[in-house]
């Protein structure tokens, strides 16, 4: 039988259709202490987990999101590999609209496919505006994982020094000034109510991720 796609599942969720929360690989249901009565999947004895990257550009997203998939084994998923290539180079062109249309459906594609095996995902975008984060908040829905938004907490002037620093001494892919710009102006840090934390580059990531991360996987829920 051909695989739902996750953008029909989530209308079909909407319009009021039953649908086990449970992908097959899936071991047990549980309820997770912060939401009572709310059912969500572990496997392996963890419970899945959607992390969602909010930041500037240059603010740490890709860092923080290799750390998570080496320590805990959660599955990076980034958006920047499905247009980028692999370039190095400084190219000053702004990424055209269909260029990101089609990045995203490739990601947003791979989030879905992941949590359908049952593994966690953190996905790194910049997330700027709420309206993102949401859509990416329905595919997770549609498998009954939790969500998190980790909010890279780094101020304007420090990612575009970051920029600047990488044209001399090249890390990673440019980022032209305008997207950038684009990105900053429109910077809708989360809200109260997305169910976010904070990390700031200042505290070892190591640590972080032991504090606050482990908790989150564990199936007792977040003491």
Same mark, same amino acid.
């Given at each position: 039988?051909?695989?739902? +796609?996750?953008?029909?599942?989530?209308?079909?969720?909407?319009?009021?259709?039953?649908?086990?929360?449970?992908?097959?690989?899936?071991?047990?249901?549980?309820?997770? /202490?912060?939401?009572?009565?709310?059912? &969500?999947?572990?496997?392996?004895?963890?419970? @899945?987990? $959607?992390?969602?990257?909010?930041?500037?550009? &240059?603010?740490?997203?890709?860092?923080?999101?290799?750390?998570? @998939?080496?320590?805990?084994?959660? #599955? =990076? #998923?980034?958006?920047?590999?499905? =247009?980028?290539?692999?370039? !190095?180079?400084?190219?000053?062109?702004?990424?055209?609209?269909?260029?990101?249309?089609?990045?995203?459906?490739?990601?947003? @594609?791979?989030?879905?496919? *992941?949590?359908? *095996?049952?593994?966690?995902?953190? &996905? %790194?975008?910049?997330?700027?505006?709420?309206?993102?984060?949401?859509?990416?908040?329905?595919?997770?829905? !549609?498998?009954?994982?939790?969500? !998190?938004?980790?909010? $890279? %907490?780094?101020?304007?002037?420090?990612?575009?020094?970051?920029?600047?620093?990488?044209? /001399? /001494?090249?890390?990673?892919?440019?980022? +032209?000034?305008?997207?950038? %710009?684009? #990105?900053?102006?429109?910077? @809708?840090?989360?809200?109260?109510?997305?169910? &976010? !934390?904070?990390?700031?580059? %200042?505290?070892? #990531? *190591?640590?972080?991720?032991?504090?606050?991360?482990?908790?989150?996987?564990?199936?007792?829920?977040?003491?």
């Amino acid at each position: 039988m051909a695989k739902v +796609p996750w953008f029909a599942r989530a209308a079909s969720l909407r319009n009021g259709e039953r649908r086990s929360v449970c992908p097959p690989l899936i071991a047990a249901r549980i309820c997770w /202490s912060n939401n009572p009565g709310k059912s &969500f999947p572990v496997r392996n004895g963890e419970m @899945q987990h $959607l992390f969602l990257l909010c930041g500037l550009p &240059f603010s740490g997203k890709s860092t923080l999101g290799r750390a998570l @998939q080496e320590r805990l084994g959660i #599955v =990076h #998923v980034e958006v920047d590999r499905h =247009h980028l290539d692999g370039r !190095t180079d400084f190219d000053e062109r702004p990424v055209e609209l269909a260029e990101w249309i089609a990045a995203y459906r490739a990601a947003y @594609q791979l989030v879905d496919d *992941t949590l359908d *095996t049952g593994k966690s995902v953190v &996905f %790194d975008a910049v997330s700027y505006r709420r309206s993102h984060r949401e859509r990416v908040r329905r595919i997770a829905a !549609t498998h009954g994982v939790p969500v !998190t938004i980790i909010y $890279l %907490d780094v101020p304007e002037e420090q990612a575009r020094a970051r920029l600047v620093a990488n044209r /001399s /001494s090249p890390y990673r892919v440019n980022v +032209p000034d305008i997207d950038f %710009d684009e #990105v900053a102006r429109g910077m @809708q840090p989360p809200e109260d109510d997305e169910r &976010f !934390t904070r990390y700031r580059p %200042d505290e070892p #990531v *190591t640590a972080w991720i032991d504090r606050l991360v482990v908790p989150m996987l564990s199936p007792f829920g977040v003491r």
